[in-house]
């Protein structure tokens, strides 16, 4: 999975380049919203089913799809997509949504654990851009303003800039690792250890 997340966003292909950041972050985003998305309707459905409580996993589920929808939204202030990115964004998304549902059906334990191990490889990728913020191509992101989005988002000050925005991304990213890794570890009817709005 990271390698064809590396090669469809262009990460993998030359020197990094802010646009090669952007084009990352994006694709990224566009295919982490997924399985929270999956995950809460199945279990929606479930409990609808089976007519009982879902013990709170729904709701925790739903917030880790919004905040990877909202990191998406963020890169956009900063790139538009082309014709042909958007494409490979259809493309990547029928095929993982149809593979996560069906997978998620047989074994939620796997499709957790799974997504836990995929967003570790996300933090490890925003662990990178802040290197490259630090040391390399996005130096001057230490200085660009924040986003307006980022800022009403996480009640940002307001000078804040594109290095705080990073790094809140990357906690963001470990929060729902550590999330997917505990709800690999509990049997489906165990009660959410997570409120609504917890952050690690």
Request: proline share 5%; with cysteine; net charge neutral.
């Amino acid at each position: 999975m990271r390698f064809n997340f590396d090669w469809m966003s262009g990460y993998s292909f030359g020197k990094i380049s802010e646009s090669k950041c952007l084009s990352r972050i994006l694709y990224l985003e566009t295919v982490a919203g997924v399985p929270g998305s999956v995950a809460a309707m199945l279990r929606h459905l479930r409990s609808l089913r089976n007519v009982k409580r879902d013990h709170g996993w729904i709701h925790t589920l739903l917030e880790e799809a919004e905040n990877e929808r909202m990191h998406m939204l963020i890169g956009l202030q900063l790139k538009k997509p082309s014709f042909f990115f958007r494409s490979a964004i259809w493309l990547t998304q029928g095929i993982f949504t149809n593979f996560f549902f069906i997978a998620y059906i047989i074994s939620p334990h796997f499709c957790h654990r799974f997504v836990g191990y995929l967003e570790e490889e996300a933090v490890k990728t925003y662990g990178h851009i802040l290197h490259e913020i630090d040391h390399g191509c996005l130096q001057h992101w230490k200085t660009l303003p924040a986003p307006e989005i980022a800022k009403s988002y996480w009640s940002m000050e307001p000078n804040a800039t594109m290095k705080e925005v990073i790094a809140l991304i990357r906690a963001d990213e470990a929060h729902h690792r550590n999330v997917n890794h505990a709800f690999a570890s509990m049997r489906p009817d165990d009660e959410n250890p997570f409120p609504p709005g917890h952050t690690a």
